[in-house]
């Protein structure tokens, strides 16, 4: 399994720092893991993404939604793959929660006064996939996806991937409960080899944003130990945030927890070589 993300940041594709060396692109990452590229979420990142896509003989594709605010969405249309009459496109929706489906869903979001083209504009063959959370999909051969609901305004749900014995856990957006732990979470997220995690705010911020659906820094960190994981991706970073504050967190945080990393454009992690690291 090999894993890249695209875009790292939240709210707005904006950093205060330009250029930025976390980024201002939204959040999206890639997993290729059995011949096949599964997508998570559709912010701006996907855009880059999806033009390495159509530089490459890749066609088939399966992109999972965490939920559909506007930054995890807003690359969606831009997305170049959709516009290719030769791309097979699966596109999982499943935190919703007026029993939409994922086309209904989409469907809304690409309409005028909005957007000036809607679905109708596509040209590959997509399939809008509805779930629930806590359902098993099973993308391709060798691939089980469990899923997982989170605590986020309007919904959201996490996503574990296992291939070959690895796994990756992407958990973005999720209010945690300050002083108290969630079992169920720790129990979805236990031993994964990499958690990509909701860390954009600091424990100390948490009561001045409660309700805004994020977690902390500190959260992720105890997440990883409570869970076994050794290698944790802080994500969805603030977009208030420079550079020399996310440098500063990074640092505090790797004190607390070697193996954590920051997420940012261009970070690539091969699960295959941290498990043989782990059992040398």
């Not at 999909?137 to 919904?155: A, C, D, F, M, Y």
């Not at 720790?186 to 954009?200: H, I, N």
């Not at 100390?204 to 409660?210: G, H, V």
Request: proline share 6%; net charge negative; glycine share 10%.
């Amino acid at each position: 399994m090999r894993m890249v993300v695209w875009g790292a940041r939240g709210t707005l594709p904006f950093a205060p720092d330009d250029p930025s060396q976390f980024g201002a692109r939204t959040c999206c990452v890639s997993i290729e893991a059995e011949g096949r590229m599964l997508v998570f979420d559709a912010g701006t990142g996907i855009v880059d993404l999806g033009n390495r896509i159509m530089a490459s003989d890749q066609r088939e594709i399966d992109l999972f939604l965490g939920h559909a605010h506007y930054d995890h969405v807003i690359g969606l249309p831009y997305f170049a793959p959709f516009y290719h009459p030769g791309c097979r496109i699966r596109i999982h929706a499943g935190h919703m929660q007026d029993g939409r489906s994922c086309r209904e869903l989409l469907a809304d979001f690409l309409r005028p006064p909005f957007h000036p083209v809607g679905l109708e504009k596509f040209k590959a063959d997509i399939d809008y996939v509805t779930f629930r959370p806590g359902d098993l999909l099973r993308p391709g051969p060798g691939i089980e996806i469990t899923t997982h609901e989170l605590h986020h305004p309007n919904g959201a749900v996490a996503y574990r991937v296992v291939s070959a014995g690895r796994s990756m856990v992407y958990a973005t957006d999720h209010e945690h409960r300050p002083g108290k732990r969630d079992a169920a979470l720790e129990g979805f997220l236990s031993g994964a080899d990499v958690l990509v995690f909701d860390t954009t705010f600091t424990d100390a911020e948490m009561q001045t944003y409660a309700g805004y659906g994020h977690s902390s820094y500190e959260e992720g960190v105890r997440l990883a130990t409570y869970a076994g994981i050794e290698h944790l991706v802080l994500f969805h970073h603030s977009h208030k945030r420079r550079d020399s504050d996310l440098a500063q967190i990074l640092r505090e945080m790797q004190a607390l927890r070697p193996g954590v990393v920051a997420g940012r454009p261009g970070l690539e992690i091969m699960l295959s070589a941290l498990r043989r690291e782990a059992e040398a």
